[in-house]
């Protein structure tokens, strides 16, 4: 397998890759200013790409506490990315939920994982798309849903992480359910495990992540219709669209030498995720 040097490495030597709904309920202006140049030419000049991270994204970002060293798969990409600009590698803790806003606000040049939403896309561009993805749920123990109909009533309560793509997508497709908005994808977890929640709405590979860890929790539900999306990287909005044309030129490249699925790969390999471990009708 390919670690993160060899990650940098090998595309080095090829190249010179919330509270959302809130916020725009508040009517904040969906793109910063850009001033004192514009992001590509910023990370060029300071030599230092910053990226987003999320300290329990596991398996797609995470935070040793301990040693404060991050990993995952979104760490091996964003490392290999900034090795090709020629730049060091920051990454800015954020949330799910805030990468928007800290993206508007200057605070990030990339935030990868993000699924695109009508919402998001008002407020930032996209990248091509990464990976192809699917929405799951966790399904307490004798809770047994086949549909998100099955899920769609007063009865019903599910736990998201308030304002990411899982409480976008549920919000849509479950309206007339009960949806316990939390700060983290941790606290929904355990809103499941204590019984106050039904069920969780989240992407299979935290879902597969979370029940292998803990069995008691239930188990993986792939309500039909399948809800596929994709997980692309965000940018501040701008005039000047180098930075994203760059990342998506360096995401293709990255496609092509099967560098992205590597990455991925290797971070469900490191959470105990093997490819047996995916969800009946879920493509990877």
Same mark, same amino acid.
């Given at each position: 397998?390919? !670690?993160?040097?060899?990650?940098?490495?090998?595309?080095?030597?090829?190249?010179?890759?919330?509270?959302?709904?809130?916020?725009?309920?508040? =009517?904040?202006?969906?793109?910063?200013?850009?001033?004192?140049?514009?992001?590509?030419?910023?990370?060029?000049?300071?030599?230092?790409?910053?990226?987003? %991270?999320? /300290?329990?994204?596991?398996?797609?970002?995470?935070?040793? +506490?301990?040693?404060?060293?991050?990993?995952?798969?979104?760490?091996?990409? %964003?490392?290999?990315?900034?090795?090709?600009?020629?730049?060091?590698?920051?990454?800015?803790?954020?949330?799910?939920?805030?990468?928007?806003?800290?993206? +508007?606000?200057?605070?990030?040049?990339?935030?990868? %994982?993000?699924?695109?939403?009508?919402?998001?896309?008002?407020?930032?561009?996209?990248?091509?798309?990464?990976?192809?993805?699917?929405?799951?749920?966790?399904?307490?123990?004798?809770? #047994?849903? $086949?549909?998100?109909?099955?899920? !769609?009533?007063? #009865?019903?309560?599910?736990?998201?992480?308030? =304002?990411?793509?899982?409480?976008?997508?549920?919000?849509?497709?479950?309206?007339?359910?009960?949806?316990?908005?939390? $700060?983290?994808?941790? #606290?929904? &977890?355990?809103?499941?495990?204590?019984?106050?929640?039904? /069920?969780?709405?989240?992407?299979?590979?935290?879902?597969?992540?979370?029940?292998?860890?803990?069995?008691?929790?239930? $188990?993986?539900?792939?309500?039909?219709?399948?809800? =596929?999306?994709?997980?692309? /990287?965000?940018?501040?909005?701008?005039?000047?669209? &180098?930075?994203?044309?760059?990342?998506?030129?360096?995401?293709?490249?990255?496609? %092509?030498?099967?560098?992205?699925?590597?990455?991925?790969? !290797?971070?469900?390999?490191?959470?105990?995720? /093997?490819?047996?471990?995916?969800? #009946?009708?879920?493509?990877?």
């Amino acid at each position: 397998m390919v !670690n993160r040097r060899e990650l940098a490495g090998f595309l080095g030597a090829g190249a010179a890759v919330g509270a959302f709904g809130a916020t725009m309920a508040a =009517g904040i202006a969906p793109a910063a200013a850009q001033e004192g140049g514009s992001s590509f030419d910023r990370v060029l000049k300071a030599k230092k790409l910053r990226i987003g %991270g999320v /300290a329990t994204g596991a398996p797609w970002i995470m935070k040793d +506490q301990t040693t404060g060293q991050w990993s995952g798969q979104f760490w091996d990409i %964003g490392s290999a990315l900034a090795a090709d600009m020629d730049v060091g590698i920051e990454v800015v803790e954020t949330t799910w939920g805030n990468a928007i806003l800290d993206l +508007q606000a200057n605070k990030i040049d990339v935030m990868f %994982g993000m699924n695109p939403t009508p919402k998001r896309a008002l407020a930032v561009d996209f990248t091509v798309p990464v990976y192809n993805s699917a929405l799951v749920v966790i399904a307490k123990p004798g809770f #047994e849903p $086949k549909s998100w109909a099955d899920m !769609n009533k007063p #009865e019903v309560k599910i736990a998201v992480d308030v =304002g990411s793509a899982h409480d976008q997508v549920a919000s849509r497709l479950c309206p007339n359910a009960q949806l316990i908005r939390f $700060k983290s994808l941790d #606290e929904a &977890t355990l809103a499941v495990r204590s019984g106050r929640a039904d /069920a969780q709405s989240i992407f299979w590979m935290g879902g597969v992540r979370a029940v292998k860890r803990d069995p008691s929790l239930g $188990k993986v539900v792939v309500p039909r219709p399948i809800f =596929g999306s994709t997980s692309n /990287a965000a940018v501040r909005r701008e005039p000047d669209k &180098t930075l994203r044309d760059f990342v998506n030129t360096w995401i293709v490249y990255a496609q %092509g030498l099967g560098l992205i699925r590597e990455a991925v790969v !290797n971070s469900l390999a490191k959470v105990d995720i /093997a490819m047996s471990d995916i969800p #009946e009708g879920i493509t990877f």
